[in-house]
């Protein structure tokens, strides 16, 4: 059986506080990247390090400062929002004042608090990913993961979902992390780090980036390397 490496030498860096954007295609292995960075995958070669002031941290003194809100459906579709965030309390072995505080302000800002007995199984595809990112966000992170979060969605809910992500950004002071393949996202991020088959191609702010390569949409950027790649397989 022919063995298949979905990361291949791959060297990223994100730095703390901003929305960052892994921008890749289907198959690029960005769902692989983020469960590695989430403990769930182990790689056999390379190491991800977790720095703070300097000094790098174990993964398990990290771990419970992590959130990771899945590319599959990850909820309950028999439990309303409010029992979704009854079990996520108790997951997480919150006070019940600090859940009371946070879930309040989390349903307050997803716009989320007049549907609270709705069934997840009942929710449009916009409030589902909502009710997840309140889940991922209600033990407070300091880095937040999420794959694919806007896969699927209509474009009106991805820009509030976008929208969305930038408050809390502002007000819990977080790292984010998000995966897409919809290359017109990359603009929303602060900094983005282009994946394609299983390697690192580019990093660094958007309009830098489109500025360097001469091109005006990360569509143009993908197919230049793309064609570059056919060309040298097509030449060995």
């Not at 022919?2 to 703390?16: P, T």
């Not at 890749?24 to 960005?30: F, S, V, Y």
């Not at 017109?184 to 991020?189: F, P, R, S, V, Y």
């Not at 299983?198 to 001469?214: D, M, Q, R």
Request: aromatic content about 10%.
């Amino acid at each position: 059986m022919k063995k298949v490496a979905a990361l291949k030498g791959l060297s990223m860096e994100f730095g703390d506080g901003l929305v960052h954007g892994i921008i890749g295609p289907e198959g690029a292995g960005k769902t692989t990247l983020m469960r590695h960075l989430m403990g769930l995958l182990r790689a056999d070669q390379g190491q991800i390090d977790y720095v703070q002031d300097g000094q790098i941290l174990s993964f398990e003194s990290v771990r419970r400062r992590l959130a990771y809100m899945p590319q599959t459906q990850s909820l309950y579709g028999e439990l309303s929002i409010h029992e979704h965030l009854q079990f996520f309390k108790t997951l997480y072995g919150l006070d019940e004042q600090v859940f009371q505080e946070r879930s309040r302000k989390l349903l307050e800002m997803t716009r989320l608090d007049r549907f609270q007995e709705r069934l997840a199984s009942q929710l449009s595809g916009g409030m589902y990913k909502k009710l997840g990112l309140i889940c991922a966000l209600l033990a407070s992170p300091e880095v937040l993961f999420l794959d694919e979060p806007t896969n699927g969605v209509d474009p009106l809910s991805r820009r509030d979902f976008w929208k969305l992500l930038y408050e809390f950004r502002e007000q819990e002071k977080i790292t984010i992390l998000v995966t897409t393949s919809y290359m017109d996202e990359a603009l929303k991020c602060e900094d983005v780090h282009l994946l394609f088959d299983g390697k690192t191609l580019l990093e660094g702010a958007p309009e830098e980036i489109l500025k360097k390569e001469k091109c005006h949409t990360f569509d143009e950027v993908f197919l230049r390397y793309d064609s570059s790649l056919e060309a040298f397989e097509a030449s060995t």
